[in-house]
């Protein structure tokens, strides 16, 4: 495999993710640091290269361990493991709404991801009002 056929695998694995999803129920409130209704994961294929099929008992499990008694679950800026400067937040309240085949949650921005190398508070806020399509959860 060459140089570019690596590159270009890398990148496509790496545009591979789930947008948060929001819809017409989902609201943002900028102040307060919450984007409310993100989606978490959907029903069927996962959309990436693993051979997983999301089911009902997924879902179900997904919406458990989300709600299990902790500070919710944590929310980086990336996948890296080193998380000084990439910690955003935490996302709770996992739930499904309706007959909705996906799970959805909450998710509450810290105040310090303003002081980041670069202010992530406002950027992933602006991004999510802009573009939700843009942000993977």
Do not use: W
């Not at 690596?6 to 694995?13: C, L, Q, R």
């Not at 790496?14 to 409310?36: H, Q, R």
């Amino acid at each position: 495999m060459t140089m570019t056929e690596t590159m270009k695998t890398k990148i496509d694995e790496l545009t591979k993710f789930n947008a948060i999803g929001l819809d017409n129920e989902s609201k943002i409130d900028f102040d307060k640091g919450v984007i409310y209704g993100a989606k978490v994961i959907e029903l069927g294929r996962v959309n990436d290269h693993r051979p997983f099929v999301v089911d009902e008992e997924t879902l179900s499990a997904v919406v458990a361990f989300g709600n299990r008694p902790n500070n919710g679950i944590k929310v980086r800026f990336t996948h890296t493991q080193e998380s000084l400067g990439n910690h955003l937040g935490r996302a709770v309240n996992f739930y499904r709404r309706g007959q909705e085949n996906c799970v959805r949650c909450d998710i509450n921005l810290v105040k310090a991801a303003k002081l980041a190398p670069f202010n992530a508070y406002d950027y992933i806020m602006s991004l999510a009002m802009e573009d939700p399509e843009a942000l993977g959860l």
